[in-house]
């Protein structure tokens, strides 16, 4: 079982001491937060392209790096980097050949029901499923839309830049999408 090994794996990692070698504090090192997919590709791929070391960002995850509400939890989180954390950048990282592109929602919602969810239940829900579950066709696009939200917040600082990126999971190569300064 999964939880087991990690369980095991992490009694072994607290005795050896194996934490020391990524202590930091809670401000990040290079003062910005950056918010991105939570694809799996992205997890060691991303820090080592950007030259990023532990300690070094506040990071935000989501599926897509989609940013549609700017009162959601997303935005809470880049908030509290900014004013409790001391981040002073905000970078939006979209990435090539994401899950969210051209989500199949209807489909997603098939696999729920597969999964043991009942029609009623989805029916019922506070939201409609087709406004929130959604993905996007074009992943600059989405980049810039979570940018500009980012960006026209009226709790954001005027003088914090929120630049948008999309990565390549395969060679970690960056295309710039928008220059925040």
């Not at 934490?19 to 504090?25: F, G, H, S």
């Not at 009162?71 to 970078?91: C, G, H, N, P, R």
């Not at 074009?138 to 005027?158: C, F, G, K, M, W």
Request: proline fraction near 4%; hydrophobic fraction near 40%; charge should be negative.
């Amino acid at each position: 079982m999964l939880l087991d090994d990690i369980l095991t794996y992490n009694q072994k990692f607290v005795e050896d001491k194996s934490y020391e070698a990524y202590e930091t504090d809670k401000f990040p090192n290079k003062r910005a937060v950056i918010f991105t997919c939570m694809d799996t590709r992205l997890v060691e791929l991303l820090p080592k392209a950007l030259n990023l070391q532990n300690g070094d960002v506040k990071m935000v995850k989501n599926a897509g790096a989609i940013l549609n509400d700017s009162y959601d939890s997303t935005m809470k989180s880049i908030l509290v980097a900014i004013y409790a954390l001391q981040a002073d950048e905000v970078f939006v990282i979209g990435h090539h050949r994401c899950g969210m592109t051209h989500f199949d929602t209807d489909g997603f919602i098939d696999i729920m029901k597969e999964r043991g969810i009942e029609q009623t239940t989805i029916e019922n829900l506070d939201k409609d499923p087709k406004e929130w579950l959604t993905g996007f066709d074009d992943v600059e696009a989405s980049v810039e839309q979570s940018t500009r939200i980012i960006e026209n917040h009226p709790l954001l600082p005027e003088d914090v830049p929120v630049h948008g990126l999309v990565i390549d999971p395969a060679t970690g190569k960056l295309d710039l999408v928008k220059k925040g300064y």
